[in-house]
Structures are given as structure tokens and as C-alpha cells.
Nanobody
């Protein structure tokens, strides 16, 4: 059974850090692009960061560049999102999404964000709350 399970969310103060994890099972990361998205109820989802395991490329939304880092541990079949210098506007539910594709990270995240394409698999999300 294919699963994506996010963890690591929680309550943090402005300026603090969190590391989110996306543990994949039922498939191996090396054939997939993994993206992190955020979405609040009733709002459109927003692409945050993405990693392509076909070419090891990464891509970030402008709002998180320099603060967030996406990485993966193939041995653990897990992708991480390190979130530094958190702001109140980063509060949201964060989801990881997987798609079997060989395209680069930038192309995938831009196209998915623009078209609403959902990818192959979604996790249930983890809540990040940044308090002032």
C-alpha cells in the first residue's frame, strides 16, 4: 500500500524552526518528485518546495527561499523540510505530494501550482502554527 505520512508539525514562536518529515512507503523515492504544499481550509493550496530525485534538483517558492530547505534520505525513504526563521504567515497545514516523473523540481512545482494537478499521492498533512 502506498502511503505518505507527514510529521513534525507543532507550535513554534516567530523566528523559531521546525523540521517536517514525509515518510514514504510502497514506493521508492528515486523515481519520484516530492513536493511540499500548504493549504488552509477554503483556500487554494500553495507550493512551498520540491525535490526531484531524477536529477537531484530542488525548487522553492519565493516566500521561503533562504529560510526553508528540502532534503531526502533515500535509506529512510523520507523527505524533510527544514523551516527556519518562521513567520506567523507560515501557519498552515503542510502536505507532501508524490508523483512518478523525471522532470526537474522547478518545472514540476510551477506546473502543478499553476494547473492544480494533484500528483499521484498525498499525505494527510501536519499542522504548523507560528505564534507571535
Amino acid at each position: 500500500e502506498v502511503q505518505l505520512v507527514e510529521s513534525g508539525g507543532g507550535l513554534v514562536q516567530v523566528g523559531g524552526s521546525l523540521t517536517l518529515s514525509c515518510a514514504a512507503s510502497g514506493f521508492t523515492l528515486n523515481e519520484y518528485v516530492i513536493g511540499w504544499f500548504r493549504q488552509a481550509p477554503g483556500k487554494e493550496r500553495e507550493g512551498v518546495a520540491c525535490i526531484s530525485h531524477s536529477d537531484n534538483s530542488t525548487y522553492y517558492a519565493d516566500s521561503v527561499k533562504g529560510r526553508f530547505t528540502i532534503s531526502s534520505d533515500n535509506a529512510k525513504n523520507t523527505v524533510y523540510l527544514r523551516m527556519n526563521s518562521l513567520k506567523t504567515q507560515n501557519t498552515d497545514v503542510y502536505y507532501c505530494v508524490a508523483e512518478a516523473t523525471s522532470v526537474g523540481a522547478a518545472f514540476w512545482l510551477i506546473v502543478v501550482t499553476a494547473t492544480g494537478h494533484r500528483g499521484d499521492y498525498w499525505g494527510k498533512g501536519t499542522l504548523v502554527t507560528v505564534s507571535s
